[in-house]
């Protein structure tokens, strides 16, 4: 499946419209028409990016990858491996967040410890590319998913915090103000970050 297959169901799923979604996305009508119908096959890292967070999917859902993951080193980790590591991580945290939300508790728990591990990424990616070999280190496609997957992961936690402000009937009005103050932070977080990318 292309990406413009992709993207086209990813959207649909969301419920929006092409014109709705290039909106949310602050991207364009006619680059979201051309990326869907195959006239541009390879978009801009960052266009991907932006419409990725749009239908709150995994930049690994509208990325296609040809090749097949390489086999792990077990010295050190790649900046492919590194990436695909970052996008799996991601992914579980959804399915981590989905699964707590049916059982109806245990959500604001699992968002501290999200939005813990997304402040804790970037350094820890950091001290991986440092292993790296430099001609290694000119992979932009993987830089971006690296750079991209800590506010994956954020958006992630700001679910489960959500999901704690539905499971609140037994928590105090101090724990919601922590939650509401949490989810502000988050939110300031992510749009800074969008609007650097913008930029």
């Known amino acids: 499946m292309d990406i413009g297959q992709r993207l086209r169901e990813a959207r649909k799923a969301e419920g929006l419209t092409q014109e709705g979604l290039a909106r949310r996305a602050s991207v364009s009508l006619n680059g979201v028409r051309q990326i869907e119908t195959g006239e541009r096959t390879d978009p801009h890292v960052s266009t991907v990016t932006k419409l990725a967070f749009a239908l709150n999917v995994p930049l690994s859902d509208l990325v296609v990858v040809d090749a097949p993951p390489p086999e792990p080193d077990p010295e050190r980790m790649s900046v492919e491996e590194l990436a695909r590591f970052s996008n799996r991580m991601?992914?579980?945290?959804?399915?981590?967040?989905?699964?707590?939300?049916?059982?109806?508790?245990?959500?604001?728990?699992?968002?501290e410890k999200l939005n813990n591990l997304s402040d804790a990424l970037p350094d820890f990616f950091k001290l991986s590319l440092a292993l790296t070999p430099a001609e290694?280190?000119?992979?932009?496609?993987w830089l971006e998913v690296l750079e991209v997957s800590p506010f994956e992961l954020k958006a992630v936690a700001d679910k489960a915090y959500q999901q704690a402000v539905e499971e609140s009937i037994d928590k105090d009005d101090a724990t919601l103000m922590n939650i509401h103050e949490r989810r502000e932070k988050l939110g300031a977080e992510m749009y800074q970050f969008s609007k650097q990318r913008a930029g």
């Open 90 to 111: 991601v992914e579980a945290a959804q399915v981590a967040v989905e699964k707590t939300g049916a059982k109806g508790k245990g959500s604001l728990e699992l968002a």
């Open 136 to 141: 290694e280190k000119s992979a932009p496609k």
